[in-house]
């Protein structure tokens, strides 16, 4: 095997029947495909069925990315599969929306600095000036946009263009303050992930740590999930928790609770660009590595 | 300092002026009682005071908690504390009451049995026979008292008077499926905890880890709290989550909850049996010990 | 597919080569079984394979698991396959072995009990009688086989026979306090677990909780791991945490390490009696489950 | 109660006799100190004792801090007690060293940015100049001072120069890859905090990671200790863990490990400025809060 040989990720999913995973395998095993990781997962109440591989195509006879998907193409048909082939070193980009809060964004922007996060940022998009000079610091274009009643079609129209313009692969809502209109919603519809500062469903709506606070709860979290026009409804990727008592005022309980939503950000985040998340009706599948 | 010196414990709460800490750990001094841990909290919204002292009454002039109690009677009233002082060697009489599921009643019987979990369990009651061998296995009598919507305000009074006959300190639904008349719940205000078998506010009422199945979550968790009237809104104790994923169907969920439902419960009751608890309008201070 | 259509686990490991993935699941499919389940490993450090699947033979043309197994053998011999199949539904037997303390045996009964822990317990084992009432409770036959050094020989020779007797699949060490000689070490390879009740190698040998108490540590915990003849060097299963402070004595960090032994212990056997544990060299491949 | 009244906290511990508290709270009352928090912890196996107050000093006769100390200590030396009145809107000057990684530092700078950590930091010592361009991003002077082991005692006196220089009141080793000399240690001794990459005692010296990753553990984790000339054995302040399985390569466990160690370490920073922890003998005793 060469070290150097280039890493493939196929996710697929469709109706559960039998050869579903045959297909798949033998296909990869025919164009002499090493499969380092495959998991599945059957939905036995929705009788649905999800892969995901990783694998390297480091035989004598090696494919590009392309071929291997006209190749497996007709094989994907028979079964009526969603499916795709990633290349696992190409890095999504990743587009971040933030409003003033920058300590998901802060924690993002490490993780992409240091390489621990795989990805591109091709660009800071913000209702608010702040993060200007944080934005520029790590040498990404920044778009201030502010918006108000009166602005927001147009405001998203821009926001939409400045996704196609960089070709995003995924919107980061790294507490962004706005509601996105539903038509927003839509077109983003498995490719923007928002962060809840609550565990959801426990407090939605405005100031979940002051809802926590007035019920004296005992643990506080924070739920990453995908952008649906139903706000704080959308399928959920991650959620954590950390334990506070009385002791906390809600000032304190914010302040804890970020460190929550950094983390559990990061993670959906990692995870989608990963390639393991399946999103399917208002659930997510997750396929979890190291 | 006598190693068998009986240890106290105080608790107190008023309105937050100059002088309350003070008016206790005086008292203490000049009975020559040893304070082994002392903890406070203020609630500078609500302007409440709350203290817990331990200590040990050691000196050549070790009174007991009866004279204790009368000499601070009089401190106190100058503060219109509540307060109490109990004897930490007093096993609090705690009855159980508990339907079919015996997950947590089995954990309580063994932290019991094995001295872990202080307390004495005079009776344990059930609306069915299923636990009937478990409780004699350890000795415990055990009534069984079915009911149903026209035997509800009986079987409520035979509950009541048992609980009067064991003078019970504290009465734990373990599990216990009914739900309590308004005024059985005004007349154990403060001394019955339930187990919740969910993350509060997260799924009342009924069949939570079905809801949490349906809503794809990534945590289940379970609540201890005081009862009151309004079902599932109780004053909270304790929380724990556990992590669970796309795999988990709503069977697994419940087993796997119910680990958590042992855990959390068992902290609660051993938390209140400490008198560690403060229970003030809707919320509760707790002060942690080992 | 049938509902009742029994579900086997197939588990197979071997060197690193192309087509180790495509032999099981092409076997599968020609057998009509369908995949539930599948996880595999590739341990690029070792070159090693691992594979796990849990599949329906509900097929018209359903085999029996003996005949599978005679089919599959060729297949496994080009690849120099360790491999098995296994019935889900069969329970595997698991012997108990304890000395006095209890709460790892309790918590492994209740679930045992309750049908939560999908096993067999044929037997319990202890050196010290004191348990003998719990077994009997539990309708489980009782060996009361107290050991010296002079007797040591004799007694280990007693408890090999019974494993026999009662044909053994896995030897549960729930808090038993005898060191296994060698020999007895060697015979059980892969099929006794052990919990040790601290988190390795942190503080091997005697008297953990003392250790960690005297060094000040802020968190206890518990170890499962396989008997192997080094003394708590056997490959690591499971691991769990708690959180302390300067306020435990030795006896409470016992008392709280112990619900992490009980859990940890539970966690181990549970993913051994569903065949998801891979013992490789001294480290372990688990493919974990709901 | 006025608002604006300072907050101090008062921090004293001695040997266990009759009084300790009592000095303590009689004194603030006397002077029309409002105690918001008092904790208190008595070793009885050392027989000492430790308290920590937070008290407002908003009486009519409201004293400077300088004024309460001078009063406080003829009791003090009563009880031969190690005492301090610390200012809780003063914010401790905290200097930083590290090498090369600076995900802790990161962590630290955005915590101080952001107002989390009230700590000023004055500088910033590093053997490596990678960090000037992030040291001067936060305006935060940046020296240079690399070491070898020729120049070890000197470099070591320039670090002790920039200390004296700044007034600083703790040194943080944020991933500082060097072995401070047993004289700096001495003289730095519970004012320097390190943060290991490991669990202690678990892996102790070089490449924990792959220590770990050998020994196939399913725990990671990190320590923060204060320094000593003892590497490694310095007295604990907080531990923390992650749950990794077989799939972790060592850079990954690397990785994961990070958001461990950045964690970790600001809550130790944190609970030292705010004068929750007491170091004594080889131990700490910790007063958490909120």
Redesign the interface.
Known sequence: ?TETAPTYILTAHCR?V?????VV??F??EH?C????????????EEHFF?RVEFRND?ANARSIGLLREAFSEDAARFDMHWDIHDASTRPKVVMMVSRD??CL??LL?RYR?G?LNIEIPAIISNHPDIKHLAE?HGIPFYYLPVDVTTKTMQEQQVLDLLQQYRADLVVLARYMQVLSPELCAKLNGRAINIHHS?????KGAKPYHQAWE?????V?ATAHYVTEHLDEG???????EA??????PK?LI??G??TER?TLARAVRLHCEHRIFLHR?????F???
Do not use: A
């Not at 399928?235 to 928790?241: D, G, H, L």
């Not at 506070?244 to 005022?249: A, G, K, R």
């Open positions: 095997m559960s039998l050869g579903t995973v045959d395998t033998r990869l095993y002499q090493y499969i380092t990781e495959i998991q599945s997962f059957d939905d036995s109440e892969i035989g920058d300590h802060s924690d490490y240091t621990h610091w565990l959801l469903p426990g407090f019920k004296g709860v005992k643990l979290g399928p959920i990727i991650c959620q954590q928790v506070v008592d009385h002791s906390y005022t304190r302040e804890r970020q460190d983390l208002n659930k997510t599948v997750i979890e590595g190291s």
